[in-house]
Each structure stands twice: as structure tokens, then as C-alpha cells.
């Protein structure tokens, strides 16, 4: 296991705490990514330095640390320029990666549909590109491992010229994937379809399974889900009483949202997304036990939002009501529209179903 030195910075304009939570999620991301946090530090500073990020002579001290507690990794949570993690690598002797490519090496390794792949691919390479200092210079870095693999594990020494070439043939290829995409939504015009969203790991895919007795990935980890899957849900018209109510609706589960998603992220998966932009009703689940759920609804909003979709109809769905969470009271009265339930032990998902079919027959 890769052994993973998580460095955090606060400025005064900073809150101490979300600043802490952010190196825990971070801390989740290693652990997706199958390395292993060895030590962290939320290092104070007023001012990031251009060259070092964290000041030279902080720099050196991690190296020492590095050494002596046999780091492989450092991750910073902030992006980090091309010339401060040559001239931190040079200092440490170490791999350092910041957040948004800890985040592209999890979703490369996840993508499995060949539209996830291209586009994973094609953000990986546009990130690289953008902080390329010099001419033609080598993008092999220290060591493999997390930060540096990519959905054709291809060996990223190209130069410019080569990386634009290999861009345009990506955008060729997507262009044609969403074109067949496009066809096969199409074909799916005459029935209803639903789309979950919401937060990585609030247990949209566990939902999925219970309402459609599938067997999608469910892990305790972040972005286990890549690419989206339809399956069909069955449910119940109780405006009919003849012997068959049942209709036929299209459930789609997506990829999570997370706060402080690189830029431009969410725009390139666009075509993964697209079944949330489509989809006639979405149901935003939010995971009631964790500390900051509803920074995690409005983070989803704002992904929402960045979509154009906020307007669009939706459901709210707090999930994992067994943990007993103490903030349910509260916002039960803040979301009176809201439905609760806990997809593990399947409860109130028939209540669930039954606001679904009756925002379509009603
Ligand atoms: N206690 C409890 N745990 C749940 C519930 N629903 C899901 N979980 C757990 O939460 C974790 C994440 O569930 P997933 O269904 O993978 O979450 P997701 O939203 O699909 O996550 P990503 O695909 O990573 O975006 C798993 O460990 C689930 O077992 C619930 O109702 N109660
Ligand atoms: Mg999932």
C-alpha cells in the first residue's frame, strides 16, 4: 500500500473546521484510491507561496518527515501548479499530487463504460496540459501509482503537440458516443425516467438495489458508482382498479457529487451525467447521519445548478434514517416535501414509490 502524507493549508480566510473536513474527506479519497494516510497537517499561512505553495522551509521539514516515517505520497488538498509539484518533488524526493489528481486517478480507475473512459482520459489529459511548464516536457513522474494512471495506462511522455493531437481524436470519439446515447434515450421517449443524484456515498445505489432487486456495487467508499445504469421500476397506479396498475418507469443511478470537485469536472461528464439532465424527476439523496448533510445537499445543488437542472422537478430523499440521526426532527419541518428512509433496511420506500408514481399521475 501506498503510504500517504495528507497536507491541508488554512489562510485567514478560512474556516478551521470545514478546512478539517475537507482533509477528511480527503483522507476517504486516499483510502478509495488504495492508499493508506499515514500522517496529516492543516499548516496555517497567510500567504501561499507561488514556488513552494507552503513555503520553502516547510517544504524541507516534510522531507525530513518523509523520511523518517517512510512516506511514499504527499497529497495536497488544494491545486497545486506544475511548478510547485516539480519544485516540491524536488525538495522531498517524493510524489506529491494534489486533490483534483487524486480525484481523476479514482475516476480512471472506476470508469468502465467506454464514454466514462474517454472521459476521464480527455480530463486527465486537458489537467496535465494546463500545467505543463516547458516545452515538451516529460510527464512521467516519481514512481507509479496514485496521480498517474489513466484508462489506457499509456505512459504519459508526450510532448504538446502529441497530448492536442490526442485530444481531438478523444473529442471525436465522444462526439459520436453521445450521438449513439442520443439515439438510445430516444428510443426510450415513451416511458418515465427517474435519475438518482445526490452526494458520493449516500447510498444511491444501495436505493437502487432495493427498488429494483438488482446488484450494483454498494462500498463504503467514495465514488464507487462511475457510470450510470438503468433498470426498470415497477410501480403502482392508484388511480386504476383494474387488476393490473402496475406501470413501468426507468430508474438510472449516476455518479456522486463531491464538494470541491475539480473545475471543469463536472462539465466533461457531461455524458455520464446526461441521464440526470434528461431524466423527467430526480431524487436527490442526502445521507441524514453524516455531520454535514445538508452542505452536502447544497453541494449537490450547486451541481444542480452548474447542470441547469436546478428548476427541474425533484424529490429529496434523506437516506439512512436507521443511524438515528439527531438532526431528522428538524429537517423534517425544513423539508416538509422531503421523503425519509433508509435504503439498507428498506424502509419507507413503498411511501417512496408512491410519491414517485403520483408525481406522474397526478
Ligand atoms: N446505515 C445505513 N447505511 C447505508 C444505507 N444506505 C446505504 N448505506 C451504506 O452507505 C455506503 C454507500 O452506499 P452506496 O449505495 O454505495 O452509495 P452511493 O451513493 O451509490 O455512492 P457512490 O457510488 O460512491 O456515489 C455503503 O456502505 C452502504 O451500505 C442506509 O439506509 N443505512
Ligand atoms: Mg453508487
Do not use: W
Given at each position: 500500500m501506498e503510504k500517504v502524507f495528507l497536507v491541508g493549508v488554512l489562510t485567514k480566510y478560512d474556516e478551521r473546521w470545514e478546512k478539517l473536513d475537507s482533509l477528511n474527506e480527503l483522507a476517504a479519497l486516499v483510502k478509495t484510491a488504495e492508499g493508506e494516510v499515514i500522517e496529516r497537517i492543516l499548516q496555517r499561512r497567510d500567504r501561499l507561496e507561488p514556488r513552494f505553495f507552503i513555503g520553502k522551509g516547510k517544504a524541507h521539514e516534510l522531507a525530513q518527515i518523509a523520511q523518517e516515517l517512510d512516506i511514499d505520497t504527499f497529497v495536497f488538498d488544494e491545486e497545486l501548479t506544475g511548478t510547485q509539484i516539480r519544485n516540491l518533488e524536488d525538495i522531498t524526493g517524493r510524489k506529491v499530487i494534489d486533490r483534483t489528481e487524486l480525484i481523476l486517478d479514482i475516476?480512471?480507475?472506476?470508469?468502465?463504460?467506454?464514454?466514462?473512459?474517454?472521459?476521464v482520459e480527455l480530463t486527465q489529459l486537458k489537467y496535465r496540459l494546463s500545467r505543463l511548464t516547458g516545452k515538451g516536457v516529460t510527464l512521467s513522474r516519481l514512481g507509479?501509482?496514485?496521480?498517474?494512471?489513466?484508462?489506457g495506462e499509456r505512459k504519459l511522455e508526450i510532448d504538446r503537440r502529441r497530448i492536442r493531437d490526442h485530444i481531438n481524436s478523444l473529442?471525436?470519439?465522444?462526439?459520436?458516443?453521445?450521438?449513439?446515447?442520443?439515439?438510445?434515450?430516444s428510443r426510450r421517449k415513451n416511458l418515465f425516467r427517474?435519475?438518482?443524484?445526490?452526494?458520493?456515498?449516500?447510498?444511491?445505489?444501495?436505493?437502487?438495489?432495493?427498488?429494483?432487486?438488482s446488484d450494483l456495487l454498494v462500498e463504503d467508499k467514495l465514488f464507487s458508482t462511475l457510470d450510470s445504469t438503468t433498470r426498470v421500476l415497477y410501480l403502482h397506479d392508484s388511480r386504476l382498479t383494474t387488476h393490473d396498475s402496475?406501470?413501468?418507469?426507468?430508474?438510472?443511478?449516476?455518479?456522486?457529487?463531491?464538494?470541491?470537485?475539480?473545475?471543469?469536472?463536472?462539465?466533461?461528464?457531461?455524458?455520464?451525467?446526461?441521464?440526470?439532465?434528461?431524466?423527467?424527476?430526480?431524487?436527490?439523496?442526502?445521507?441524514?447521519?453524516?455531520?454535514?448533510?445538508?452542505?452536502?445537499?447544497?453541494?449537490?445543488?450547486?451541481?444542480?445548478?452548474?447542470?441547469?437542472?436546478?428548476?427541474?422537478?425533484?424529490?429529496?430523499?434523506?437516506?439512512k434514517t436507521d443511524l438515528n440521526p439527531a438532526l431528522m426532527p428538524l429537517l423534517?419541518?425544513?423539508?416538509?416535501?422531503?421523503v425519509f428512509v433508509s435504503?439498507?433496511?428498506?424502509?419507507?420506500?413503498?411511501?417512496?414509490?408512491?410519491?414517485?408514481?403520483?408525481?406522474f399521475h397526478s
Open positions: 475516476f480512471a480507475k472506476h470508469a468502465h463504460s467506454k464514454a466514462a473512459k474517454v472521459e507509479g501509482g496514485i496521480g498517474t494512471r489513466g484508462p473529442e471525436r470519439i465522444l462526439k459520436s458516443i453521445e450521438l449513439s446515447k442520443k439515439i438510445q434515450s427517474v435519475a438518482l443524484v445526490g452526494y458520493t456515498n449516500a447510498g444511491k445505489s444501495t436505493l437502487m438495489n432495493r427498488l429494483t432487486h402496475r406501470f413501468k418507469i426507468l430508474l438510472t443511478d449516476t455518479v456522486g457529487f463531491l464538494r470541491k470537485l475539480p473545475h471543469g469536472l463536472i462539465a466533461s461528464f457531461k455524458s455520464t451525467l446526461q441521464e440526470a439532465i434528461e431524466a423527467d424527476l430526480r431524487l436527490h439523496v442526502i445521507d441524514i447521519s453524516h455531520p454535514h448533510c445538508e452542505l452536502q445537499l447544497l453541494a449537490g445543488n450547486q451541481i444542480l445548478e452548474d447542470l441547469d437542472i436546478l428548476e427541474h422537478p425533484i424529490i429529496y430523499v434523506f437516506n423534517q419541518e425544513k423539508y416538509p416535501d422531503a435504503a439498507l433496511k428498506g424502509k419507507n420506500l413503498n411511501l417512496l414509490k408512491q410519491r414517485i408514481s403520483s408525481f
